[in-house]
């Protein structure tokens, strides 16, 4: 394995590279090896000028450790690191190389090598323990000079050819992030950054020094600091942090005008690395991002690793992480089931770059085509199933209701009892917190759906289970991709109601919650997930603005444009009659739903629904689904949009009378 090191010596000589390849190395490790032992006896007998003799004595042992020493460093790996990002894991595996080769030597020394005094081979110990210390240090020094020489020479070219203006930054946070973005800093100047100092708010860290960079002081030392030290930017490093943190930080910089930039949170970091080409500006899921929580990914791979498993919607929002999360872990085979070929398509290239070593296939087909999907998994059999293909479009399924009940509803008992079929072992429904209290069609077509899942649970016995979750950021046809649509436009930024309030997870989060729930699931449990606080989309408005470097009401107004057909003010996770039991995980909570239905009725019912729905029977849609729901509350705006004034007063009369007789306040 060859390593090449090449750095400019000076502007001139930056075409001549020094290369050190791992002969280099060898050669070296054969000269530190033969000095090693010879230190090591003249260290012991003291024996500088007449050591001679106690070299031909002991040829064995000298050959031996010519022999024995390289090839144990070599299946050790230490001529294939690439010794410039030498760390301690390099380090711990030196002292193991070199402790292993001791160990042998000493083995075939007393063993089979040594002079015999009276049938037992006897050999100085205490120049094997010198020796053993003599090549840890030999060894140990060459790759730190290796290393030191190849960040000397990078610096010494990168300096030369700096093109980018440098850029003061303060690091906010002392951690390990904070730490490794420093050192990024530092072995890479050409990116212009120059690291003054350290914030981290613990008493404790307060003028320590990192990587040679001091921690001058706290968060609220920002403003003095920027001043004093002329300071570009803040780099917010806090992986870990609440998003109250972040918005703090970046409103403190904003009021002594400091540019802001951060790393991703720990949720986007599934690996836990963080690389200088991860600074970013600050994002909207940064300054509403929650304390993490640690996942038991042991048990999570218990049932992943080696299974096979199928996602449905693979190419949607929630869909592709579960994919992409899912790669990480090893399945046997990852089956990608979608009705659109593009972006089924588009998560197969990203897998195949992600994890080129997992097996996928892409399956196009249709929920709704019940003979389709059981041929599908009878002849894939999949061990683990995750449901997240739906209409989710709240506005757009008032408006095309046989298409929201035969996909959320007809869709999932097609791919119930194809699975029960396969044999698959576990199911887990991707459902919204719209099922709770429904007060529009999506709402109660996921309430059906969740009402299948348990049945189906109780039927087969198998782990069958339902996650149910606010919004997500970032998913497709979310409020944030279009507020920033919106203001790139110009404006205006449209929010339907001052007081609208929606619970938001991040994506990355929510499936890794979505993940973790299905570990604990026996069969036909709802599992809530936390969600923190309810945020109000004007605050979401106004944040998004701001962060586009404008001022919400002068750069770019706010639009009140009113309630839409079948939309909540607030969303609810439970409901009234639901309990919330703790489970294991502290964010991850559990309950069951309300409906006492058998499965009989519920199917009858589903039959009558599609059929009212095929019909635009509105009225006996409304009377069914309160029959099978009994929290069904349509809100005011969704009869009117239901049972327009052409239906006459009659059919509006009839619709009102099914449909409104609990609403709840705020709808």
Not at 67 to 76: A, G, K, M, Q
Not at 316 to 339: D, F, N, T
Not at 495 to 517: G, K, S
């Amino acid at each position: 394995m060859v390593e090449d090191l090449s750095h400019s010596l000076s502007p001139k000589e930056k075409n001549k590279p020094v290369q050190i390849r791992g002969r280099h190395l060898l050669l070296i490790d054969l000269f530190s090896v033969t000095l090693a032992a010879v230190a090591a006896f003249v260290i012991r007998y003291e024996a500088l000028v007449y050591i001679g003799p106690y070299i031909s004595r002991n040829a064995a042992f000298f050959a031996t450790v010519l022999i024995i020493r390289p090839l144990i460093y070599y299946l050790f790996g230490l001529y294939r690191y690439w010794w410039r990002y030498a760390s301690v894991r390099e380090l711990i595996t030196i002292v193991e190389a070199v402790t292993a080769g001791s160990l042998v030597v000493a083995a075939l020394m007393f063993g089979f090598l040594a002079p015999q005094v009276d049938g037992v081979r006897l050999f100085s110990r205490s120049v094997l323990l010198l020796e053993w210390m003599l090549n840890l240090l030999a060894i140990g020094s060459t790759r730190i000079l290796v290393r030191l020489l190849q960040a000397r020479g990078k610096a010494l070219g990168t300096q030369a050819s700096r093109k980018a203006p440098s850029r003061k930054v303060l690091i906010m946070g002392a951690g390990d992030a904070g730490a490794l973005v420093v050192r990024e800093m530092r072995d890479n100047p050409s990116l212009g950054f120059v690291p003054v100092g350290f914030l981290d708010d613990d008493p404790a860290k307060q003028k320590l020094q990192i990587h040679g960079v001091p921690v001058l002081g706290t968060r609220q030392d920002i403003p003095r600091l920027a001043q004093r030290e002329n300071i570009d930017e803040v780099v917010i490093a806090m992986p870990t942090a609440p998003g109250s943190a972040i918005r703090e930080v970046r409103a403190i910089c904003e009021r002594c005008q400091v540019a802001t930039k951060t790393i991703p949170g720990l949720y986007e970091l599934i690996n836990g690395s963080v690389a200088i080409g991860q600074i970013r500006e600050v994002k909207i899921e940064d300054l509403l991002r929650r304390e993490p929580v640690r996942t038991d990914l042991a048990a999570v791979e218990s049932y992943i690793t080696g299974a096979v498993v199928l996602v449905t919607g693979a190419g949607g929002s929630i869909g592709s992480e579960l994919c992409r999360q899912i790669a990480a872990r090893k399945p046997r085979q990852l089956l990608l089931l979608g009705h659109g070929e593009t972006s089924i398509y588009n998560i197969l290239m990203e897998l195949g770059r992600l994890a080129p070593k997992i097996p996928t296939v892409p399956l196009i087909a249709d929920l709704r085509d019940a003979d389709r999907i059981t041929r599908l998994l009878l002849r894939h059999r999949p061990q683990v199933l995750f449901h997240a293909a739906a209409h989710k479009h709240v506005p757009l399924m008032e408006s095309n209701l046989e298409e929201a009940f035969t996909t959320n509803v007809v869709g999932t008992e097609n791919l119930l009892r194809a699975a029960e079929q396969a044999g698959t072992s576990r199911f887990v429904l991707i459902s919204s917190d719209k099922a709770v209290n429904p007060a529009n069609i999506m709402g109660a077509s996921k309430y059906l759906a969740e009402a299948l899942v348990q049945h189906a649970a109780k039927r087969t016995g198998r782990q069958f289970v339902v996650v149910r979750f606010g919004n997500v950021l970032g998913s497709r046809g979310s409020v944030v991709p279009l507020f920033e649509r919106q203001i790139a436009a110009g404006g205006p930024v449209t929010v339907t109601h001052p007081e609208m309030t929606r619970y938001f997870m991040t994506i990355p989060e929510a499936v890794q919650l979505v993940m973790q729930a299905a570990v604990l699931g026996q069969g036909g449990e709802v599992f809530v997930l936390d969600m923190g606080e309810q945020i109000r989309i004007l605050d979401l408005a106004r944040d998004l603005i701001s962060l586009s470097g404008l001022t919400p009401g002068k750069d770019i107004e706010i639009a009140f444009t009113g309630v839409r057909p079948g939309e909540k003010l607030y969303e609810e996770l439970f409901g009234e009659e639901e309990e919330r039991i703790p489970t294991a995980h502290k964010k991850i909570l559990l309950t069951h739903t309300a409906s006492n239905l058998s499965e009989q009725e519920l199917a009858e019912g589903i039959g009558l629904v599609l059929q009212a729905a095929r019909q635009d029977d509105v009225a006996t849609l409304f009377a069914t689904l309160r029959r099978l729901i009994p929290s069904f509350c349509p809100a005011e705006e969704l009869i009117a949009h239901l049972a327009p004034a052409s239906y006459g007063t009659e059919t509006q009369a009839s619709v009102r009378s099914e449909g409104l007789s609990s609403v709840p306040d705020g709808t």
